[in-house]
């Protein structure tokens, strides 16, 4: 073990690597983008101290979605939530960090934005289920599959903070 900014840093159990580099899949849907969100949805993500390793704005295609949801193929609002991800731009991101997955499934509150708590993104910025603005991983394993499917390897950057490096080195 040794000591990162503020962290004791661990081995998490599922993936190995240092708990403290644990990532998760955001993608704000194209509501968001639609509604000029954006900037607002990252800063919460930046001011609670993750550390964004990738980032890009796109138009999901359907083969992307059918495997992304592909656990609600069988749900009667599948096609309609397959429109409305198609119906304009994504803004898809990784953000690392200690227990991101879970604090970022806190951070966006309850599907069902009549159900999200104040002060998470559902609960501030949305009023309906199929209108919800954002999306976050639901588990560890759930986010590896979701980040290999949106992004390739070589997209996804290993940055270090400036405060750990020597000047020195720059
Ligand atoms: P979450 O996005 O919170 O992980 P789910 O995986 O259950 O929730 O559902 C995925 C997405 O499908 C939701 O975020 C929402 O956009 C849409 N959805 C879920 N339930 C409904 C519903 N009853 N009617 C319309 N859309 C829904």
Redesign the pocket.
């Known amino acids: 073990f040794r000591w990162g900014p503020g962290l004791f840093w661990h081995r998490s159990k599922s993936t190995g690597l240092p708990d403290v580099r644990e990532r998760t899949l955001v993608a704000i849907?194209p509501d968001g983008v639609q509604r000029r969100l954006v900037g607002q949805i990252i800063q919460r993500f930046e001011q609670r101290g993750f550390k964004l390793v990738g980032l890009k704005m796109l138009q999901a295609s359907q083969d992307v979605l059918s495997e992304h949801?592909c656990?609600?193929r069988t749900?009667?609002?599948?096609n309609?939530?397959v429109r409305?991800?198609t119906s304009g731009p994504l803004v898809v991101m990784v953000w690392e960090g200690h227990n991101v997955v879970q604090t970022s499934?806190t951070m966006?509150g309850?599907?069902?934005p009549a159900q999200a708590q104040a002060g998470t993104v559902?609960g501030d910025f949305s009023i309906?289920?199929?209108?919800?603005v954002?999306?976050?991983?639901?588990s560890v394993e759930g986010a590896q599959k979701e980040i290999q499917l949106w992004f390739q390897a070589k997209d996804l950057l290993d940055w270090n903070c400036w405060d750990q490096i020597s000047t020195g080195e720059l």
């Not at 954002?134 to 639901?138: F, K, L, T, W």
């Open positions: 849907k949801y656990n609600l749900k009667p609002f599948y309609s939530l409305y991800m499934r966006v309850h599907t069902n559902r309906h289920v199929s209108r919800n954002i999306h976050a991983s639901d």
